[in-house]
């Protein structure tokens, strides 16, 4: 039979909460040491998937031919370890088209934005383009001027 020392059970409970409270200790003061520096990384991070997603906007809003496409240039043997490069294997909608191509020119007139998705190879109708400016209120600036109508980005 086994003797248990409840004073031993006391003991041990208490040692170690104090071992963990070093060990607690010493991890914050690693953790505060280490904090603005990931603050950083955070901050890079969000920048990261914010150019990439305008770039992958921007690539699929003027179209993938003048891009090197990297699946093919891997296939070809082509060291793209370095490379920066999107990939995309979607459509992206309507409006984040519109984002990209009012992200380079500002406010258009929403003729011209027609237009300009025309020429830029995205066939799409006017109604089309009206709803996707209802749908993202967020996203897009609406003003009139007379008759003509004028879409920008909100906050830009």
Do not use: C
Not at 56 to 62: D, G, I, P, S
Not at 108 to 114: K, N
Request: aromatic fraction near 6%; proline fraction near 2%.
């Amino acid at each position: 039979m086994n003797l248990v020392r409840f004073e031993d059970i006391k003991k041990r409970l208490l040692q170690s909460y104090r071992d963990d409270g070093k060990e607690l200790a010493n991890i914050l003061d690693q953790q505060n040491a280490l904090r603005s520096e990931y603050r950083r990384y955070l901050d890079l991070d969000a920048r990261r998937v914010a150019l990439e997603r305008r770039m992958e906007r921007t690539l699929v809003a003027y179209g993938p031919d003048d891009f090197e496409d990297i699946r093919k240039s891997e296939k070809s043997g082509k060291d793209t370890s370095r490379t920066v490069a999107i990939v995309i294997d979607r459509d992206l909608p309507l409006w984040q088209v519109i984002v990209a191509i009012l992200e380079q020119y500002g406010e258009l007139q929403v003729i011209q934005l027609e237009l300009a998705l025309d020429r830029l190879g995205h066939k799409t109708s006017r109604s089309a383009i009206e709803s996707s400016l209802k749908t993202h209120p967020d996203e897009f600036k609406i003003r009139t001027s007379g008759r003509a109508k004028f879409v920008s980005l909100k906050g830009a």
